[in-house]
């Protein structure tokens, strides 16, 4: 088999003919359909996250090492499955969840093996992923059926679709369903959550963003209005727009004035949940935090729950997709740089 590999951070990736892996145990060994191209591959590549204030930190203190193949993102056909392999077979579609933790620890016990604090196997960022012809899945459970789902469609849903999801459910449905939201960014994942929040049947966002092409994407998503942050008092034009006080707001930036708009959209007993890793820090006057009853949680990717919820929801046709563009598995690294130079408008998705 053909895999692109990441030998060297920050060099181009080597195209390396090996043989193609035996499962083992309750290993199922997929044919690559198709496999995203995430923003985060970018990071990894360089070799270091930017931590924002000019901060760096090497990927490689979280575990990644080269040689490396990418690709988190990965939806393949079942070529073989190890004698332990149990419910599925040779022939049937899957998209594979890469948040594979150790299993053992606290948070993978209780089903957050995203937020696994051992040494993680996530696929494509600590174990071999999909920009290769093969890729080994160490037990079924982390598949879920593609059912009539195009390939190509259903890889993103891995990261950046379970990320959106995962912040909705941070939220909560009795919320979401009831209230209006406030989503900051639209960029890709932005966009994707106004989608989703449609799906599940939301009372419905409205949507931050300085760019007015994206506020313009975002009202033909399904928004409720679309605003300007760099307006004055953002926060109570948010609410201005809603109609009514924002329960919750997602912040897909991640930056100080993200977060401050975020904070002073909120109503009482409002969450803020930060996506984003575009870097900063803010101060708040903590009295804000018991007087107003403000809640501020993080999201990191998603349980496998909640990746199988959305997989079922998007193969019953209830998920708009976003704008993707094909490549050629062999086109890895060039998606990479043409991803870097903001040449691609939309998800990139390699397909061998
Ligand atoms: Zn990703
Ligand atoms: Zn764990």
Not at 20 to 31: A, D, F, R
Not at 161 to 175: N, P
Not at 201 to 224: H, I, Q
Not at 228 to 236: L, Q, S
């Amino acid at each position: 088999m053909k895999s692109y590999v990441l030998t060297e951070f920050g060099k181009p990736l080597q195209t390396v003919e090996a043989s193609t892996p035996v499962p083992h145990g309750t290993e199922v060994l997929l044919k690559t359909l198709a496999a995203g191209v995430c923003h985060s591959d970018l990071h990894i590549w360089d070799g270091y996250f930017d931590m924002g204030g000019g901060k760096h930190q090497p990927v490689a203190d979280t575990g990644i090492t080269t040689p490396l193949t990418m690709g988190h993102e990965i939806a393949g056909e079942v070529a073989a499955i190890g004698p332990e392999a149990k419910g599925v077979a040779p022939g049937e579609r899957y998209v594979a969840y890469p948040w594979i933790g150790c299993g053992e620890c606290p948070a993978c016990r209780v089903g957050h093996e995203n937020i696994c604090s051992a040494t993680a196997r996530t696929l494509g960022i600590r174990a071999p992923g999909g920009y290769a012809d093969y890729v080994l899945v160490p037990h079924p459970r982390y598949l879920a059926p593609l059912g009539k789902l195009n390939p190509v469609n259903a890889a993103p849903y891995a990261c950046s679709g379970l990320t959106a999801y995962a912040a909705l459910q941070a939220i909560g449905e009795a919320v979401y369903k009831t209230q209006p939201i406030l989503v900051i960014g639209i960029g890709g994942l932005g966009l994707t959550c106004l989608k989703l929040l449609k799906a599940l049947g939301g009372k419905g966002a409205v949507a931050a963003d300085t760019d007015p092409k994206k506020r313009e994407a975002a009202l033909a998503a399904g928004a409720l209005a679309a605003i300007d942050p760099n307006a004055e008092k953002p926060g109570r034009a948010a609410t201005a727009a809603a109609g009514a006080p924002i329960a919750a707001a997602i912040d897909f930036v991640g930056s100080e004035s993200t977060a401050r708009l975020g904070m002073s959209a909120i109503t009482r007993g409002g969450k803020l949940v930060i996506v984003g890793l575009f870097g900063g820090s803010i101060t708040l006057p903590l009295p804000g935090f018991p007087f107003r009853a403000l809640t501020i949680q993080g999201v990191m990717t998603g349980t496998l729950d909640e990746f199988k919820a959305l997989v079922a929801l998007a193969a019953q046709g209830k998920i708009e997709s976003v704008p993707l563009v094909e490549r050629n598995l062999a086109e890895a690294d060039q998606t990479l740089q043409d991803l870097r130079a903001g040449r691609i408008i939309g998800r990139a998705v390699l397909r061998p």
